[in-house]
């Protein structure tokens, strides 16, 4: 993301995109669920996935594309399994009232899975891992996404670049959490380099030939390689299955797009599992070995032009530190869509985020 500099106090950004929702007939509940999913990605880092996400999302509820004021139902359910259905509502709403369930049920029975399907685009899957550690729980989440990433061996796109996060407590140390796409990069990141003019890693992607591209353009036009070759095709669609065919929902082209789709709803499917620790041991314990493993890591001998060795979750948690201090940086075209979309609604970003 382009760091102009200019940083934002998060509580201020936060009470904007409440209001812009609202204002867009999401109800005040629902619209702080969504920001909160949305600053906290900022707050980490993840800034494809904050708040440059909101004006699309409004967008889509303003066009009957996501039904704002949805909140899913349970479908089927026993004492650890539920089947949610997300009535198309606002991904991060269908995101935290799943797992909200999920977690319930691990509290009192150990374990438990809950699917849900027609959703939205839910955000960062970390977060709702996350929402595990507070528990004394191990969190996993994962979904699925329009088709990005072609098949290893395909040229065409057809899986999503289908994300999977895991959050571990530890003791004294940040928790273990882990947070990848299956694709070697976000579709994010190519698109900033063809906005840049610059090249692009032929391990990225390929043009729509299926052959391996250096040429960022011709990527957007081709198709995202799955991370570790056939292992991250393999692993993509074991996601897809747990996120679209165990939840009944479309499974990759058959997921409608997020940007672009004037017409049809995403139908996106999430996957959630949560399980108690101090049902396999002591919490304490657990969380004792947890921090010894993360320092004996992090003292291995380094490689060649490496300075220091981190645990996934740790340069997240580094820029929350700093950003929960110094203020989130947006970059002047996001300010810009920020206004817009303030402005369209009757909110002055302006007012919101002045000093």
Not at 57 to 65: H, S, T
Not at 144 to 161: E, Q, R
Request: proline letters at 6%; aromatic letters at 6%; charged letters at 20%.
């Amino acid at each position: 993301m382009e760091d102009t500099g200019k940083r934002f106090n998060p509580e201020k950004l936060a009470a904007f995109c409440i209001d812009v929702q609202e204002k867009a007939g999401v109800p005040r509940e629902y619209a702080e669920m969504v920001t909160d999913n949305l600053i906290m990605a900022n707050l980490r880092g993840v800034d494809t996935h904050g708040v440059t996400r909101l004006p699309i999302y409004v967008e889509r509820v303003q066009a009957g594309l996501i039904n704002g004021k949805a909140a899913g139902t349970i479908v089927m359910e026993n004492a650890t399994t539920a089947a949610y259905d997300g009535q198309n509502g606002l991904g991060q709403v269908v995101g935290t009232k799943a797992m909200q369930l999920c977690l319930d049920k691990a509290e009192r029975e150990g374990v438990a899975i809950v699917t849900a399907n027609n959703s939205n685009h839910f955000g960062t899957a970390s977060y709702y891992a996350m929402k595990a550690l507070d528990r004394d729980m191990i969190g996993m989440c994962v979904t699925n996404s329009p088709s990005l990433m072609a098949p290893w061996g395909g040229k065409k796109v057809f899986l999503g670049t289908n994300p999977i996060a895991f959050a571990v407590p530890a003791g004294e140390e940040k928790p273990f959490v882990l947070d990848l796409a299956t694709s070697v990069v976000a579709r994010g990141a190519v698109i900033l380099a063809s906005k840049k003019g610059d090249p692009i890693p032929p391990t990225w992607a390929m043009n729509k030939e299926g052959e391996p591209t250096t040429d960022a353009k011709e990527a957007l036009s081709g198709a995202l390689l799955p991370l570790g070759g056939h292992k991250g095709f393999g692993l993509a669609m074991v996601i897809e299955v747990l996120s679209a065919v165990l939840a009944a929902g479309p499974f990759g082209p058959h997921v409608g797009e997020l940007y672009n789709n004037p017409n049809t709803p995403q139908a996106c499917s999430h996957f959630f599992m949560a399980f108690r620790i101090d049902r396999f041991r002591p919490v304490a314990d657990f969380k004792a070995e947890m921090d010894q493993m993360i320092r004996e890591v992090r003292t291995e001998p380094l490689a060649k032009g490496f300075s220091k060795i981190m645990v996934a979750g740790e340069p997240e948690a580094n820029t929350e530190a700093d950003r929960k201090a110094n203020g989130v940086p947006l970059s002047d075209a996001v300010v810009s869509d920020l206004t817009k979309l303030g402005d369209s609604v009757g909110v002055s970003f302006a007012d919101y985020v002045k000093s």
